[in-house]
């Protein structure tokens, strides 16, 4: 049997994909389904590699459309995750053969520590800079770069001093006002795993171990994981995956919000950020999480929203029913523009019913894919951090 | 109502079929019953495969050639409703190893190409073989859609002139010394009485030709010999999967374009209808297949069903040992000139079976046109055009319009099913779903007609075909028909599938509770 | 590692209810769910006791005076081993508070009405959201009714509803609207892209410009399940006034918004009190000698261990996996208990599908004592903290009875107090 034919077959077959009971659940949950060409659905995958054309669903557009976002999974009465399905398919396209722009960005990261090959000068220079403007602010800010032995390591997306650096300063902010230890790195600072969506586990592997190593010289007890979705759910999972020994946990920034407001470490005022707000459940922070049986930020987000606006509503469905930002999966780079911007049509309705001017996203990639949704369909919301409105919140 | 033809084939499975093809392409005039609706019998209830002849070479060398022969006929003029998967044939630690042996010598002897081949390629070709085979050996068989082969078959011969009567039961036989008058039938759904002269007819009706001679005054001996298979939901093996001993149950594995088909054991019936597959039976077929293909422990049966075998009875033996080739009566001894049967043999030979009786046929009439039937191919078969489930499957990129599926489980469009119901109501048969289903793919996939079934009903009845309260007459009827086949294989996933769909049909829709 | 005094394994309607009901007893509470279960496949509205007894099949107007029968003559069925009482007063608190929330469930308390359903049909049930409120109406006054199907729905028919109950009800005509060109851009026409095209403002004018002058006198419109999602009873009072008469859902198979409304309505109401809800993985016990001690979430990467007081089991039947069948026999997969069934396969089912009384194998399940605690072939109790609630239980058949959520409600709640009262008395 073709080897590409056998091995689908025998993901899905892992997955109980031989339950399938053709209700449709997946579909109903698909943002992605049966838009394009390919008129493809999570369902019509399996049906696919059941009947012995798995090799076919390899080369579909569709694998990469998908945002792996696991709602498919979730509401499956059989417990087939079509996403684990499509992750399978995609490990077995060759990398080079991959669109857009995933694999290079992961490659980068891979040579040169961070996906925009931004060197450590460049990174600093940008870390210091954004502290200097806070100096009349924040006179008494530090920022420490490779301090031994802090508490902890904080990663950051290379987004941010490639193209929002502001976000640092809210960031230095916070951490400056909880008072906690901490560091940023000068090498292996990066906070994202784009090597996960395209199945290229050696690099995901590497990247991460050579993170886990910076993390171990420093001597940091804590890597405090950005706001990101897809990239700390790729540390979680794959130190477990790769069985990679460490000696500090990984918690999410969001978490950690949350604990300095219980601990009483910040002093918040939720006037200032006046309007209705509404909240975005990042897929791989939350039920992603959930499902992989590592902690989850939706709870903790929510306290600290609480704390931070005066008002805000859910959106529906919310925490691990919440459907994808339409970004997740490297769906933001892997160049099918249109086809991403019809797929985030569910997305904009459900913000839409909530009447929410700003949505709080705490995830990179999510608040790019917001932002994208914000304007093609000519939206009056903005997508926002969560350090962003606690570092406006913060009394001093 | 009165109808003269030159030639009456009684029987729609895919023998009578071929038969009245056979017949128009030698410019016979001819007309054909089915009580039921095509291949009601054997032909709608086998293993789906086109024999090398490997199975036979052994024991039964007559039936063996006879297959060789036709395996490569049909490959060529019925190439639309074959797909070429090849065969194997593998021994496992315990088999007589002497039958690999006189395997390849009998091979030889009478021409089948059998290749033996190395374990590990076997393994790899095919990597949910048992890892402790000890033999394989390459065979041409091959995976037959019979539908379509029939289908095939019926529409050629219409397009020449013969005329199909579905839903026609033969009721009597009017007879005097030396012919049979005329044949009465009856269309089981209007009632209607119909009285057919024929200079000559044909009883292709499988293991019923002893009921229709009955009516002739006449006596065949047909042992019946019920055969049950199983369908998995998925399609497990690229190859017909066969193992290397002397014939026995639950000895072959044949891929059916998306599923895999494993059967079948061989058990003496009476009743040749309202057949059934018990859960004994159920078992001894995975614990068999399962010895070949491990992975048969924990796949998912999405259905069983049984077919009943016309055995030419000569006396004792098991059925196992009679042989397989068929036997065409000419009724001479018995003073009939103008009636023969064709019985026996195996959906392999159904052309070669054919042909020799309506060579028969064709000499009473003064006919001397001669057989054509290994040249002309069939409608949709020909040079380059195979059945191929992965090059339909990978038509993908033109499916139905969005969102006007009807069947999800085997993706069959509404547009598609609209062309069925037109031929069918032009062949003044009813749309059915269980009609649709023998002539798309439609209700046979994982759900088996749980969800497709209500859609079609919903569809049928837009369309004016079903009035009144008749959808859930028609409905239930259909869920009751499939579920005879579910029933014995409702364990795992197949009965989570079932659960979902009687809460749905009985807690959602409360069609059982008559209100 | 967390701390519960009680883990529910199973978020579905039995799991729900069960974790309501302890919250309100002050328990802290935890729900384990490996899938979404039925709930979301039902049809939203709330079977109590419809068929009694399901030998004859006899419909049963009064639901109320139908489970004093069964309770009297059937002490086995998880009616019989919560009583009448608790039946009583587990369903009316819960109907209470399915009438206060977003849905709007009406019951008239005595009882039962019927739904027309998307098969024409009448199903009798308890319990039927604001949505379905005028379906009940419409099949009572029998009066002039539109049923309004789309095209390319293929999952709904209206001809199909109409044709088979014209004759009892000559007012009933079957209409289709293109939705295509009511959508602003091409999409599935499927329920879940109708029912967002319903949320919307503009959708709802142009449906109802639509629809409007096909009304033709009826006094009652009749839709597929497509209103909207958490939004459906302010869309059908808005069509209502669009249109000038009332709207009504007819349930349909799948996918079946109303179940799914209802699922992540009652969800909402547990996270609003604090009850955490896992969904999406399997779950395994942690037992020591005659207890469980922990409740280990089975994560794609890792485990989560909940170590707990007691547990109370709403796993469902064979959908859910709560019940696994082999080829020899039925396992209940976390006790790994094997259970009495006929031991031929063959008679696990009937020869029909829908003949009555039902399919012996929808009978087998859990035997409980009655603390509802599962019993092992001893009859003694498999855990000493470890309750049984919903489906799972034995000597009942929910989908013949048409019992389904009051079997869910009553033993989740049932569970949930004997859970509270032992904890007390200890």
């Known amino acids: 049997m073709n080897d590409t034919r056998q091995r689908m077959l025998e993901a899905l077959l892992q997955q109980g994909g031989d339950g399938c009971v053709s209700c449709g659940a997946c579909v109903a949950g698909c943002p992605v389904a049966d838009w394009n060409e390919e008129r493809l659905d999570p369902r019509r995958i399996v049906r696919l590699i059941q009947y012995g054309v798995g090799d076919r669903v390899a080369e579909l557009d569709w694998i990469w459309h998908c945002t792996t976002c696991g709602r498919c999974g979730y509401t499956c009465p059989s417990g087939i995750d079509v996403s684990t399905l499509v992750q399978a398919a995609r490990a077995l396209v060759p990398h080079d053969r991959s669109p857009g722009q995933i694999q290079q960005t992961a490659d980068l990261h891979c040579t040169t520590g961070n996906n925009m090959q931004l060197t450590s000068e460049q990174w600093l220079e940008t870390v210091e800079w954004m502290r200097d403007e806070l100096a009349d602010d924040v006179p008494d800010l530090e920022v420490p770069v490779d301090r031994c032995g802090a508490e902890h390591f904080l990663t950051i997306n290379s987004k941010l001093p490639m193209y929002y650096p502001e976000d640092l300063q809210d960031i230095f902010r916070l951490f400056h006002a909880a008072g906690v230890s901490w560091t940023l790195s000068s090498s292996w600072w990066e906070g994202t795993n784009y090597a996960m969506f395209t199945g290229d586990e050696a690099t995901w592997e590497h990247t991460l171990r050579q993170q886990v190593d910076r993390v171990h010289q420093l001597g940091c007890r804590t890597m405090a994981y950005t706001e990101c979705g897809h990239g700390y759910y790729a540390t979680l999972t794959g130190l477990q995956r790769f069985g990679i020994p460490h000696r500090f946990r990984v918690v999410h920034v969001v978490s950690l919000y949350a604990q300095w407001i219980r601990e009483g470490r910040l002093r918040l005022d939720p006037s200032r950020n006046p309007g209705r707000f509404t909240l975005h459940d990042p897929c791989n922070a939350v039920r992603k999480a959930v499902m992989a049986g590592i902690p989850s930020i939706a709870e903790d987000a929510r306290l600290v929203l609480d704390h931070v606006c005066e008002e805000w509503v859910e959106m529906t469905p919310n925490r691990d029913a919440n459907y994808c930002c339409s970004g997740g999966g490297g769906a933001l780079i892997a160049g099918f523009k249109r086809a991403r911007t019809h797929h985030g049509r569910t997305k904009v309705e459900q913000i839409d019913r909530t009447g929410a001017a700003q949505v709080c996203s705490p995830c990179v990639n999510c608040l790019d894919a917001l932002n994208n949704l914000a304007q093609d369909y000519q939206r009056p919301w903005k997508p926002v951090h969560l350090w962003t409105l606690l570092a406006r919140a913060i009394v001093s | ?515 | 590692m967390e701390r519960h005094d009680v883990v529910v394994i199973g978020g579905g309607l039995t799991g729900m209810a069960a974790a309501r009901r302890a919250h309100q007893l002050g328990l802290r509470v935890l729900v384990a769910a490996a899938t979404p279960g039925s709930l979301p496949y039902t049809s939203g509205a709330m079977d109590l006791l419809g068929v009694y007894p399901t030998e004859t099949r006899h419909y049963r107007c009064s639901p109320w005076e139908a489970l004093s029968e069964l309770v009297e003559c059937d002490p086995e069925h998880p009616y019989g081993k919560v009583g009448l009482g608790g039946v009583r007063s587990a369903w009316d608190e819960f109907a209470a508070h399915l009438a206060a929330g977003p849905l709007g469930y009406h019951c008239q308390p005595a009882d039962n009405v019927l739904l027309v359903t998307s098969a024409g049909t009448l199903k009798p049930t308890h319990l039927v959201p604001h949505s379905m409120k005028h379906n009940v109406r419409a099949w009572e006054s029998r009066e002039s009714t539109l049923v309004l199907g789309f095209e390319r729905l293929m999952d709904f028919s209206p001809e199909h509803v109409v044709q088979t109950l014209r004759e009892r009800w000559p007012g009933l005509r079957a209409a289709r609207i293109d939705a295509t060109a009511l959508l602003e851009d091409s999409r599935r026409i499927c329920v879940t892209e109708l029912a967002a095209a319903f949320e919307r403002d503009a959708f709802r004018q142009r449906f109802a410009d639509t629809v409007r002058p096909m009304l033709g006198g009826a006094r009652f419109l009749g839709l597929p399940a497509v209103l909207g999602f958490e939004g459906v009873r302010p869309v059908c009072d808005e069509l209502e006034q669009l249109l000038g008469l009332p709207v009504f859902e007819i349930p349909m198979l799948s996918p079946s918004l109303p179940g799914m409304r209802l699922t992540e309505v009652l969800k909402a109401d547990l996270l609003r009190q604090g009850v955490t809800l896992l969904q999406g993985r399997p779950v395994r016990l942690e037992r020591e000698a005659d207890r469980v001690r922990a409740v280990v979430w089975q994560g794609s990467a890792s485990e989560r261990r909940f170590e707990t007081d007691d547990v109370i089991l709403a796993t469902g039947r064979f959908f859910g996996r709560g019940l696994v069948a082999h080829q020899g026999g039925v396992r209940e997969p976390l006790l790994d208990l094997e259970l009495d069934l006929p031991p031929s396969r063959d008679a696990w089912h009937m020869q029909s599908f829908l003949g009555a009384p039902g399919h012996p194998i929808n009978r087998v399940g859990l035997t409980t004592d009655a603390e509802l605690r599962p019993l092992d072939r001893r009859g003694a109790p498999v855990c000493t903290n470890l309750r049984a609630a919903g489906a799972i239980l034995g000597g009942h058949d929910w989908v013949r009875e048409k019992s389904g959520a009051g079997i869910s409600v009553v033993t989740g709640y049932a569970a949930a107090e004997r859970v509270a009262a032992a904890r007390e008395g200890a």
Not at chain 2, 66 to 72: L, M, R, S, T, V
Not at chain 2, 193 to 220: F, H, T
Not at chain 2, 452 to 459: D, I, L, Q, S
């Open chain 2, 1 to 515: 109502m009165k109808i003269e033809t030159e030639v009456l084939v009684i029987g729609g499975g895919l023998t009578g079929a071929g038969v009245l093809r056979d017949l128009t392409l030698r410019g016979v005039q001819a007309l054909l019953l089915e009580r039921r609706d095509m291949d009601s019998g054997a032909s709608g209830a086998n293993h789906g495969l086109l024999h090398s002849g490997g199975r036979y070479v052994v024991h039964d060398p007559e039936s063996a050639a006879e297959c060789i022969g036709e395996n490569a006929i049909l490959k060529r003029v019925a190439s639309g409703c074959i797909e070429q998967t090849g065969g194997l044939f593998v021994g496992l630690p315990g088999d007589d190893e002497s039958y690999a042996a006189d395997f390849m010598a009998a091979a030889a002897r009478v021409g089948l190409d059998a290749r033996v081949v190395p374990v590990d390629q076997a393994l790899e070709q095919e990597p949910r073989l048992d890892r402790a085979i000890t033999t394989a050996i390459e065979v041409p068989d091959a995976s037959i859609n019979p539908f379509m082969a029939t289908m095939a078959n019926l529409a050629d011969a219409a397009q020449r002139g013969a005329r199909v009567m579905l839903n026609t039961q033969v009721t009597a036989m009017r007879r005097d010394a030396h012919r049979i008058t005329t044949v009465q039938c009856i269309d089981s759904r209007t009632g209607r009485e119909i009285e057919i002269e024929a200079q000559q007819i044909v009883s292709a009706a499988g293991p019923w030709v002893d009921r229709i001679a009955a009516m002739a005054g006449i006596e065949i001996g047909i042992a019946y010999s019920k055969g049950s298979l199983l369908v998995t939901n998925s399609r497990l093996t690229d190859r017909v999967i066969n193992r290397l001993r002397p014939p026995g149950d639950g000895d072959i594995i044949v891929p059916g374009e998306t599923v895999t088909i494993t059967g079948t054991t061989s058990i003496r019936v009476r009743n040749l209808d309202h057949l059934t597959t018990s859960a004994a039976e159920v078992d001894l077929l995975v614990e068999r297949a399962s010895q070949m293909l491990p992975a048969l422990r924990q796949a998912r049966f999405i259905r069983a069903y049984a077919g009943v075998r016309p055995l030419v009875a000569s006396g004792a033996g098991s059925d196992r040992g009679l042989s397989r080739s068929f036997t065409v009566f000419d009724h001479e001894g018995d003073g009939l000139v103008n009636l023969a049967t064709v019985t026996g043999g195996k959906l392999t030979t159904y052309r070669l079976m054919a042909e020799r009786v309506v060579d028969l046929i064709c000499r009473r009439l003064d006919n001397h046109t001669p057989c054509s039937t290994t040249q002309v191919p069939l409608p949709g078969s020909g040079e380059g055009i195979t059945l191929d489930a992965r090059q339909r499957l990978a038509r993908l990129s033109e499916p139905p319009p969005a969102g006007e599926v009807l069947c999800e489980c085997e993706m069959v469009g509404r547009e598609q099913v609209d062309r069925i119901i037109h031929s069918l109501l032009q062949a003044g048969q009813r749309p059915e779903p269980n009609a649709l289903r023998l002539r798309c793919r439609l209700g046979m996939g994982s759900c088996q007609g749980g969800f497709c079934g209500f859609r079609t009903v919903g569809h049928l009845c837009r369309r004016g075909d079903l009035s009144g309260p008749e959808g859930n007459e028609v409905l239930i009827r259909f869920l009751e028909k499939r579920w005879g086949g579910i029933r014995p294989v409702l364990w795992g996933e197949q009965l989570r599938q079932e659960q979902l769909l009687e809460a749905l049909y009985c807690g959602t829709l409360n069609i059982d509770g008559g209100l």
